[in-house]
T-cell receptor, first 112, second 114 residues
Framework: SQTIHQWPATLVQPVGSPLSLECTVE??????LYWYRQAAGRGLQLLFY??????ISSEVPQNLSASRPQDRQFILSSKKLLLSDSGFYLC???????????FGSGTQLSVL | AQSVAQPEDQVNVAEGNPLTVKCTYS??????LFWYVQYPNRGLQFLLK??????LVKGSYGFEAEFNKSQTSFHLKKPSALVSDSALYFC????????????FGAGTRLAVHP
């Protein structure tokens, strides 16, 4: 069966520090991968998606970047965090068109 | 552009009573619609989806949703609410651009009281 791992679960970082959040998927190949951000426990905003290794599409301009160095690995990064980057970050994957997205357990990022 | 609206920030219901969480959508073409549930500090769990076929879709944990094309609605329902159903519920529609991108509503907080 397929599983998705996301870490760390919580992270507290000072303003201006770098960021690296990692997500890996097991039990499937060539998944679509997604990074969402959830602010204040409500709506989700799609940040990035990827349909293959090295292929990244950004949905909104921001201080963050994403990379997909391997088929089932998706990384969210920043060189210098801002206070506004605080939030709950969720990684997700999907397979065939029309399938649902499967979400990881999320990372709560607090930038202080 | 595709969009979904969840008109209620919060829904309160007594345990054992039926519950409805509302969702309306706006899409070009045939809609792919989804419901997810989120418990505190957790990821989203898939409940059910509508792609095509019967307008009444059955999902996990006794939930179901009714697709109504004329009213562009996809309301989530359960005949008898449990206290453990208390959570944040999201309606979502697939973005028309492909790649299975989902556009989520703002979420509705369901509170089931004993």
């Amino acid at each position: 069966s397929q599983t998705i791992h996301q870490w760390p679960a919580t992270l507290v970082q000072p303003v201006g520090s770098p960021l690296s959040l990692e997500c890996t998927v097991e039990g499937t190949s060539n998944p679509n991968l997604y990074w969402y951000r959830q602010a204040a426990g409500r709506g989700l905003q799609l940040l990035f998606y990827s349909v293959g290794i090295g292929q990244i599409s950004s949905e909104v301009p921001q201080n963050l970047s994403a990379s997909r160095p391997q088929d089932r690995q998706f990384i969210l990064s920043s060189k210098k965090l801002l206070l506004s980057d605080s939030g709950f970050y969720l990684c997700a994957w999907s397979g065939r068109p029309g399938e649902m997205l499967f979400f990881g357990s999320g990372t709560q990022l607090s930038v202080l | 552009a595709q969009s979904v609206a969840q008109p209620e920030d919060q829904v309160n219901v007594a345990e054992g009573n039926p519950l409805t969480v509302k969702c309306t959508y706006s899409v070009s073409g045939n809609p792919y619609l989804f419901w997810y549930v989120q418990y505190p500090n957790r990821g989203l769990q898939f409940l059910l989806k509508y792609i095509t076929g019967d307008n009444l879709v059955k999902g996990s944990y006794g939930f179901e949703a009714e697709f109504n094309k004329s009213q562009t609605s996809f309301h989530l329902k359960k005949p008898s609410a449990l206290v453990s159903d208390s959570a944040l519920y999201f309606c979502a529609v697939r973005d028309g651009g492909g790649y299975n991108k989902l556009i989520f509503g703002a979420g509705t907080r369901l509170a089931v009281h004993p």
